[in-house]
């Protein structure tokens, strides 16, 4: 019987580490090709690592600060994010406050209503929020990409959901002492929730970064556009198989901060996940 | 004076509340109602937007290209379904196991491409499925005595290429719902049924499958969404949204077309509004099928 369990043990092991290996290629294969010449990826066959390293690309795509300002683009990109971010946090836990501590007439139908209407899929939106954000005057803005996003439904449910699992004596109780609804929010409200926001804030920082389709649209200046809007371009400036080195290289900068913040903040990725967690894809 | 107004208990509810409220209406109900009105216009920007009834569905009924999107998008919602669900949750409960050592090492490497945009993804996959001898899959194609394949030329080839990416970055994801999901499985029921004598593949048939029903559900319920949607793994795949007899045109990918690049606004609305649809029955379906509605109160 021992014996048994250990051999499909190791069956399972041998079998999720190969599927991880392969897992692992692609970034690796990118990797590796940001550091190739040209002629060297044209005319070798695949191989894990380069024959010669070469740091020539990079080089090239930190020259370019003309058409392709790629250190323009991240910082771009890194502005959005964390302004985004900032602003979901706020949102979701006033609201996810409001509707899961405050009594008012029609709270749970009004809550429900919203969060059916949100299950759409967005991309049907897409034209007429273009409309709004040019009536606004946000195209070509940071606005554009900080404010609409912030409309989403899925993290005020989760942040609800956690409220609903904190018991309300330590509320009551500060307002029996006189706190108001305000100070109950910031002072006893917000530490409690801090799990649940760390999560939604990760996740809303990744969602904003790797956002594509959407400024794609609403960027058409090359200094005011995010990283993902920019490697778009890219694809017409080096090529589609041209400068294959460079591509790579482009793609490569433009993940290092999300796998950065993942390898800080892996706990809270892969642990918190929880049912009805809102990642955009 | 105004302190007192946003601090009386009659108010200060909506002032929690009111805020959302005010972007939710600007930003998704607006122009959810919007898309639905232009699809019975004919709209083109800078002009004025005139009436034309139920036009557009009509010429979409008839309209080959956009049948053809349709059909791509639901055989790719398909397959993504019959790789994203079963194998995830085998993972999922391999990796759950008491025995298993570096959990953590196997969520981590699963769960990092979906860290990834599409565009780094798409990038990266649009070079190893290139049709160069040298290209990474060709050349372990090539190991095999297997001649280099044209991957992004043919139908069921590009496919390939397409599910392969979306297998990639996914899996992850569904597998930490799944293992999110067996948190809430009692060790008691594995060890009762162990003392009644039941095999390994009893016990996952007769606890863990029923049990993972509501997660399973869940699962089911997004990836019908984002398969039906799937655009941009398409475009950076095709690099751009015109593959070769449209082999890799979505639903969405036709939208796009037709009103960012041929400035057809109501004919696009239209599209966006059958996507709608198209999603909220399969899903409705599919959710009363599985009792999910029954449950829920």
């Not at chain 1, 970034?27 to 590796?32: A, H, K, P, R």
């Not at chain 2, 994203?84 to 949750?89: T, V, Y």
Request: proline residues 4%.
């Amino acid at each position: 019987m021992l014996k048994k369990i250990s051999i499909s043990k190791y069956i399972a092991y041998l079998y999720l580490i190969m599927l991880c290996v392969i897992w692992v290629i692609p970034v690796l294969f990118g990797i590796s090709t940001s550091f190739r010449s040209q002629a060297e990826v044209v005319s070798t066959g695949f191989r894990l690592f380069p024959v010669n390293w070469i740091l020539d690309n990079y080089v090239t795509i930190l020259e370019n600060t003309s058409t392709a300002p790629i250190l323009r683009w991240l910082s771009n990109s890194v502005f959005i994010a964390v302004m985004h971010t900032f602003l979901v946090l706020v949102i979701i836990s006033v609201t996810g406050y409001g509707y899961s501590r405050m009594k008012f007439k029609g709270r749970d139908t009004l809550f429900f209503t919203l969060l059916g209407i949100s299950f759409f899929p967005g991309v049907v939106n897409i034209i007429p929020s273009y409309k709004i954000i040019d009536v606004l005057g946000w195209v070509n803005t940071a606005w554009a990409m900080i404010i609409p996003g912030l409309a989403g439904m899925g993290n005020i449910f989760l942040v609800r959901q956690f409220l609903r699992g904190i018991p309300t004596e330590l509320d009551e109780s500060a307002r029996v002492d006189g706190a108001g609804d305000f100070r109950i929010y910031f002072w006893v409200i917000l530490p409690l929730i801090k799990p649940i926001l760390i999560v939604c804030g990760l996740f809303s920082f990744v969602g904003s970064w790797n956002d594509f389709l959407w400024p794609v649209i609403v960027y058409t200046d090359v200094d005011k556009m995010p990283i993902t809007a920019g490697l778009l371009l890219l694809q017409d400036i080096y090529g589609n198989y041209r400068m294959i080195g460079q591509l790579m290289g482009s793609a490569m900068l433009a993940i290092i901060p999300t796998l950065l913040l993942f390898v800080f903040a892996q706990k809270y990725f892969i642990q918190s996940i929880n049912l009805n967690s809102g990642i955009k894809g | 004076m105004v302190k007192r107004f946003l601090y009386s208990q009659k108010v200060a509810p909506y002032v929690f509340v009111v805020p959302f409220v005010l972007v939710f209406l600007v930003f998704w109900v607006y122009p959810l109602g919007s898309s639905a009105l232009m699809s019975f216009q004919k709209v083109t920007l800078g002009q004025e937007a005139a009436w034309v009834g139920l036009d557009n569905y009509d010429k979409l009924m008839g309209d080959g290209i956009f049948l053809k999107a349709v059909i791509n998008s639901a055989i790719y919602m398909i397959l993504t379904l019959a790789i994203l669900i079963p194998f995830p949750m085998l993972f999922a409960v391999l990796i759950n196991h008491k025995f298993m050592w570096a959990r953590e090492f196997f969520k981590s490497s699963f769960f990092f491409p979906a860290l990834t945009s599409v565009v780094v993804a798409g990038t990266i996959f649009r070079l190893m499925f290139g049709e160069m001898e040298g290209s990474l899959i060709n050349s372990v194609l090539g190991w095999f005595g297997i001649e280099p394949l044209k991957f992004l030329k043919g139908q069921v080839m590009g496919f390939i290429a397409l599910i392969a990416l979306a297998t990639w970055r996914w899996t992850g994801v569904n597998m930490l719902y799944f293992l999110a999901g067996l948190k809430n499985i009692p060790d008691e029921y594995y060890e009762a049924a162990s003392i009644d004598g039941a095999s390994p593949f009893q016990r996952f048939a007769r606890i863990t499958m029923p049990l993972l029903k509501p997660t399973t559900i869940y699962v089911l319920t997004i990836s019908i969404y984002a398969g039906l949607a799937m655009f941009i793994e398409s475009m950076m795949l095709w690099n751009g949204n015109n593959s070769p007899k449209n082999i890799g045109l979505t639903i969405v990918g036709y939208l796009y077309r037709q009103g960012i690049e041929k400035n057809n606004l109501g004919y696009a609305a239209a599209v966006g509004i059958v996507l709608l649809v198209i999603t909220m029955v399969i899903n409705l379906t599919q959710l009363a099928f599985t009792g999910m509605f029954k449950k829920e109160d």
